[in-house]
């Protein structure tokens, strides 16, 4: 009985501050429609199938310049020590050769020597191996574990990959709220996050990093999917209630369409209670700490900490990153690297150019044709753009 109310608890609650959410809904679209150069009604043609070439902008090329302050960026264990050097591999091949920007590994146990010495071997330039303190991994003292374990319980029966996988909440909440944390990244602006058993296809000549800091950008993505969910079901009516209490956080040009989507998936809208599920898909992502340093994401990450949801539900640091994104960043500083060629099982992206090897132009998924529903990229290129 406890735990169903508990459950409950949360949409009682969105049903009851309706008025509030109208008028949030009107505040918010009350903000300019953001129609720039280069957004698609409708996206009747990949546009990864034209070609691709480098980025508009001041672009920084080998020996240009010297390095700024920024690493390549990933969490990882032991025991996925080959598929940490397979990704190596082909970012230090597509790119990084070229540049040698220094490897931050983070792991919540201390790596092995093996570890080490392969994943050195891999580039020329500096590898970082960092210790998570157990104050940014443990799970909150907040935090019910019976009411966890029943909700894992009730997840895992709705098909909720990973739902009672107390590590993977852990590592969820790591990534959105507590990495940027960690003394290793004090002094550093900018870091490429890389996964173990990701491809890259594509030569990359220019420095990423001086191209965000150069053009001001705040955030570079390759894919953009929908969320399931059921993962997320009391983010965005959690979300209504920050911006209720911070509405001076809210960015007069957002891009709250993409995020309240309801036309493509409205299934996913009535089920995420408000929330299109769109998000960026944060195995890449190119950003600047900056972002997650400041009072507006930091509040709004201590206000998700608090509700619970990275451990009562699946949240993930995609859709909380995407979200506060969304609310907080003007949409011009947020760049698509189309010309990046990337894989992660099961999603591509594949631009159309001679720097390329390996990659289907214009592929978006090797995997059943039903994951094609799962683009999201239609409504960011509609509201936004290809910027």
């Known amino acids: 009985m406890a735990l169903s109310q508990f459950l409950r608890g949360p949409r009682l609650i969105a049903t009851l501050l309706g008025l509030l959410f109208f008028y949030l809904l009107l505040q918010i679209s009350g903000s300019p429609a953001i129609k720039p150069t280069g957004t698609l009604e409708e996206m009747t043609r990949d546009p990864l199938l034209d070609s691709a070439g480098e980025p508009e902008g001041i672009l920084v090329h080998k020996g240009e310049a010297p390095r700024i302050n920024a690493t390549i960026l990933s969490l990882v264990r032991n025991i996925e020590l080959e598929g940490m050097v397979s990704s190596m591999r082909d970012l230090e091949r597509t790119w990084n050769k070229k540049f040698n920007y220094p490897w931050t590994f983070f792991n919540d146990v201390p790596f092995t020597e093996e570890f080490k010495r392969r994943t050195q071997a891999e580039t020329n330039a500096e590898c970082r191996y960092e210790l998570i303190p157990k104050e940014h991994w443990d799970v909150p003292s907040w935090i019910n574990n019976d009411i966890f374990q029943e909700s894992a319980k009730i997840l895992t029966e709705h098909e909720v990959q990973y739902a009672d996988k107390m590590s993977y909440h852990k590592m969820c909440r790591w990534n959105s709220g507590m990495f940027y944390k960690h003394p290793a990244l004090k002094d550093i602006r900018y870091y490429w996050r890389v996964e173990p058993k990701v491809h890259f296809f594509c030569d990359v000549d220019y420095d990423v990093f001086r191209y965000m800091q150069d053009n001001d950008k705040t955030y570079g993505f390759v894919i953009n999917l929908y969320d399931s969910p059921d993962t997320i079901p009391t983010l965005w009516p959690e979300t209504l ?112 150019s001679t720097k390329c090897k390996g990659c289907e132009t214009g592929l978006f998924t090797d995997g059943e044709k039903f994951l094609y529903k799962e683009d999201c990229r239609p409504n960011w290129f509609k509201y936004v753009g290809m910027g």
Request: some cysteine.
């Open 241 to 352: 209630k920050f911006i209720a209490a911070h509405p001076e956080y809210l960015r007069e040009k957002n891009a709250t369409e993409w995020l309240e989507d309801s036309k493509r998936r409205p299934e996913h809208y009535d089920r995420a209670n408000g929330y299109s599920t769109c998000h960026f898909w944060s195995n890449f992502e190119i950003a600047d700490l900056n972002f997650w340093r400041s009072k507006p994401y930091e509040d709004y990450f201590a206000h998700l900490d608090r509700a619970g949801g990275f451990f009562y539900e699946r949240w993930g640091d995609a859709p909380v990153h995407s979200i506060a994104l969304g609310l907080f960043e003007d949409p011009s500083k947020i760049h698509w690297f189309r010309d990046i060629g990337y894989q992660h099982i099961p999603y591509f992206n594949c631009p159309n």
